[in-house]
């Protein structure tokens, strides 16, 4: 396999309006990230993912784009934004901009022409549609509840957004839509950015007239095209957020030919713990050999014809200490265990802002205390449907996106050190025991762990490119694997509960050579305590 700089990358994507507030204002902003860009190369890290701060009027916190080629004003200013490239830079760190060209927010000027009349020269820019019976067109749902058409009184119309109706959906099918894309692209890459992350990328090419939304027979033209047009000869790290992306679509976007991008971001391990067919809020629990087919499935599934990521959390997903560890009597071994299982594998390792911490969910009493669009509208909805306000509130526990959200815990400071103002969403309370300040200074801390899991990775180039096998397959409390790379050989074995296992593994497995990281010292023989982890040469 060609060998890219991006295949032993760790990424770390940086939610700016909760990572670090340096002007009192109670949001995050592009100053507050530099202030902290020691920290992150002291962690280890070689790519931050910003996600967006272009100008936007945060219906959906920065998905929801005004300007492509300038700065929300809560953040700073294009010149800050070259600061931060600059000062990231000078340590080795490559930014990638978070690039949502699915939809633009409906104060976009495209889409303040695009809704004035039927001839106005913007209106192809957006999927606009006559009513049907006097109704919407279909029954196509928003992601965000409720339908997916809204209706345009002015003009006659209904307009899709797949999203919150201040996202209205750009129409890819119109050629010059492409070329603005590319445009801003530019501007992006001429101001030496390290990539992109690609917002539900897979929604480019539908077709709404026939409910055709993900992977659309278009999709994989358009991606060619724009690599053709923007990034195709320039060495940078692109990756797209592909919810419904089986190995065969991944090796299409992922092709190392470099006609599409660099690796997928897929999430078929993080649907595994909602109920098959209905939405995320319909919880069921995790079974440990599903977790372990869906890894096996994607590790094994490409011969250096693609590539993936690997993580646990992002800014939509809660937090996994308490998804799937235990937040309470085991959060530091169980964080650690988690960590070990993923930092192993194949594949580019992101980390989500506070995951290094050992950040954990939170549980605000009030619905009011929630700020994220998608919360509020489910709740609304639920509630309008005749679900129980417990039973919403603890699907909103267990996976509303606030809880990837609350600010970054930084020391055990008012607020977390995170502002000296009010933030925007309240601090999870638990920053006096879980923060930066002391994880960085404790060598046992779950940062420093981290710090080691990367560390291990740049040395062993078995965990970059190693052949991956599963041990153990029909365990149902072990997760533990095998890489290897010609003679080198790394096992990994797991506990991924909080009861103590005795274990067999493999003769040939067992001896262990060199203890890499472990999160209890020294390791027994046969026998795993609560969330034990352990990374071993053999
Ligand atoms: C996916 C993003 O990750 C999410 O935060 C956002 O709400 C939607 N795309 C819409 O842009």
Redesign the pocket.
């Known amino acids: 396999m060609v060998k890219k700089w991006w295949h032993s990358s760790v990424v770390y994507q940086i939610y700016p309006r909760s990572f670090n507030d340096s002007n009192g204002d109670g949001i995050g902003d592009l100053k507050g990230i530099i202030e902290k860009l020691d920290y992150l190369k002291n962690l280890g890290i070689d790519v931050i993912w910003l996600?967006p701060v272009f100008k936007s009027p945060n219906d959906?916190?920065g998905?929801?784009i005004s300007d492509y080629e300038d700065i929300m004003d809560e953040f700073g200013t294009l010149e800050d934004m070259e600061l931060l490239l600059k000062e990231a830079n000078n340590r080795g760190i490559k930014i990638l901009m978070d690039l949502?060209a699915?939809?633009t927010s409906d104060e976009h000027k495209w889409f303040i022409e695009s809704r004035k009349s039927k001839d106005n020269a913007y209106r192809d820019y957006y999927i606009w549609r006559d009513p049907v019976d006097g109704h919407e067109p279909n029954d196509l749902g928003s992601?965000?509840s409720g339908s997916a058409w809204e209706w345009d009184e002015a003009t006659g119309q209904y307009y899709l957004h797949?999203?919150s109706k201040k996202?209205p959906d750009l129409n890819w099918e119109n050629p010059i839509v492409r070329e603005e894309v590319w445009k801003s692209m530019n501007f992006w890459i001429d101001k030496g950015i390290g990539g992109f992350r690609m917002?539900?990328i897979e929604l480019l090419g539908k077709i709404p007239d026939e409910k055709i939304i993900s992977n659309g027979p278009m999709l994989h033209e358009y991606i060619r095209e724009m690599n053709r047009n923007s990034f195709g000869d320039k060495d940078l790290l692109t990756v797209g957020?592909c919810w419904g992306a089986t190995p065969e679509i991944a090796k299409m976007y992922s092709n190392p030919d470099g006609s599409e991008l660099s690796m997928v971001f897929q999430f078929e391990h993080i649907g595994l713990d909602q109920i098959p067919g209905k939405d995320k809020w319909d919880l069921q629990p995790l079974n440990l050999i599903d977790l372990k087919n869906v890894f096996h499935k994607w590790q094994t599934c490409f011969h250096d014809d693609g590539w993936n990521s690997l993580f646990w959390n992002?800014?939509?997903t809660p937090r996994i200490v308490s998804r799937w560890g235990n937040d309470k009597v085991y959060k530091i071994e169980s964080a650690k265990m988690l960590a070990t299982l993923l930092h192993g594998l194949k594949g580019t390792p992101y980390i989500y802002q506070g995951e290094e911490l050992g950040m954990a969910n939170i549980k605000f009493k009030d619905i009011n205390q929630y700020k994220d669009?998608?919360t509020l509208n489910m709740y609304k909805d639920r509630l309008n449907k005749g679900y129980k306000h417990e039973d919403i509130m603890e699907s909103i526990y267990a996976k509303g996106?606030d809880n990837a959200r609350t600010p970054m815990q930084w020391s055990d400071e008012i607020d977390g050190g995170f502002t000296t103002g009010t933030p925007w969403i309240e601090v999870n309370p638990n920053f006096t025991e879980i923060n930066a300040k002391e994880q960085v200074s404790n060598p046992n801390s779950i940062y420093n762990y981290y710090k080691k899991l990367i560390e291990i990775r740049k040395n062993n180039e078995v965990i970059v490119y190693g052949d991956f096998e599963m041990l153990l397959p029909e365990d149902k409390n072990i997760f533990a694997y095998v890489r290897t790379l010609k003679d080198s050989k790394i096992v990994v074995v797991c506990n991924f509960y909080e009861n103590e296992v005795e274990y067999n593994i493999p003769k040939e497995y067992e001896e262990k050579k060199e203890v890499l990281i472990s999160n209890y010292g020294l390791s027994l023989t046969g026998r795993l305590r609560p969330f034990e982890a352990i990374m071993y040469r053999v």
């Open positions: 996600s959906d916190n998905y929801d949502v699915n939809h992601t965000f797949l999203f996202q917002d539900v957020e992002n800014h939509d669009i998608e996106r």
